[in-house]
């Protein structure tokens, strides 16, 4: 087992299809949902439920710890990177249409139908996390496998970040 470097966190970051997104609830106790991450320039973002559990700790403590895993499937080869930051419910109405159209790129799926009917003022679903520090972990058996990949190419954009978040 070794840290990985920069390079493979954010290969592995921007390759799996899944995250788990975890908070802590006003007791104390944590909270935990998984969810498909798309990327809106460096930022982490999701469509989740915007009046459900994560909603109400990140009202709370915003801090939030994202986990991104890949394993085989007789664990011979596995990776794992902690991401920390920041995360708020963004509600300006050009980035939750962007949010539905970088997530639809990712899922293979057209999202304007939920992007209107989804689209209300004060229930963004559009869930972003800027990231301050990344941590992570893989076998010998991950290395190997992964020392030559390609980078995963950026999603494109039609807008700058700063459009989107207006």
């Given at each position: 087992?070794?840290?990985?470097?920069?390079?493979?966190?954010?290969?592995?970051?921007?390759?799996?299809?899944?995250?788990?997104?975890?908070?802590?609830?006003?007791?104390?106790?944590?909270?935990?949902?998984?969810?498909?991450?798309?990327?809106?320039?460096?930022?982490?973002?999701?469509?989740?439920?915007?009046?459900?559990?994560?909603?109400?700790?990140?009202?709370?403590?915003?801090?939030?710890?994202?986990?991104?895993?890949?394993?085989?499937?007789?664990?011979?080869?596995?990776?794992?990177?902690?991401?920390?930051?920041?995360?708020?419910?963004?509600?300006?109405?050009a980035a939750r249409?962007?949010?539905?159209?970088?997530?639809?790129?990712?899922?293979?799926?057209?999202?304007?139908?939920?992007?209107?009917?989804?689209?209300?003022?004060?229930?963004?679903?559009?869930?972003?996390?800027?990231?301050?520090?990344?941590?992570?972990?893989?076998?010998?058996?991950?290395?190997?496998?992964?020392?030559?990949?390609?980078?995963?190419?950026?999603?494109?954009?039609?807008?700058?970040?700063?459009?989107?978040?207006?």
């Amino acid at each position: 087992m070794r840290a990985m470097t920069p390079e493979e966190m954010e290969r592995l970051v921007r390759s799996v299809p899944w995250a788990s997104i975890c908070v802590v609830e006003p007791e104390g106790c944590p909270y935990v949902i998984e969810a498909t991450p798309f990327f809106m320039g460096k930022d982490i973002c999701f469509m989740i439920n915007p009046r459900g559990g994560v909603q109400r700790c990140v009202a709370q403590n915003n801090e939030v710890l994202l986990k991104f895993t890949s394993a085989s499937s007789d664990l011979r080869s596995w990776a794992g990177v902690s991401c920390r930051g920041q995360g708020e419910f963004v509600e300006g109405e050009a980035a939750r249409q962007e949010g539905w159209r970088l997530l639809g790129l990712v899922m293979g799926q057209d999202y304007s139908r939920a992007a209107g009917v989804l689209n209300k003022k004060g229930r963004s679903p559009l869930f972003r996390v800027q990231v301050r520090s990344m941590t992570g972990r893989c076998n010998g058996e991950w290395s190997r496998a992964n020392a030559s990949a390609d980078p995963v190419p950026e999603q494109t954009e039609e807008q700058t970040e700063e459009e989107a978040m207006q």
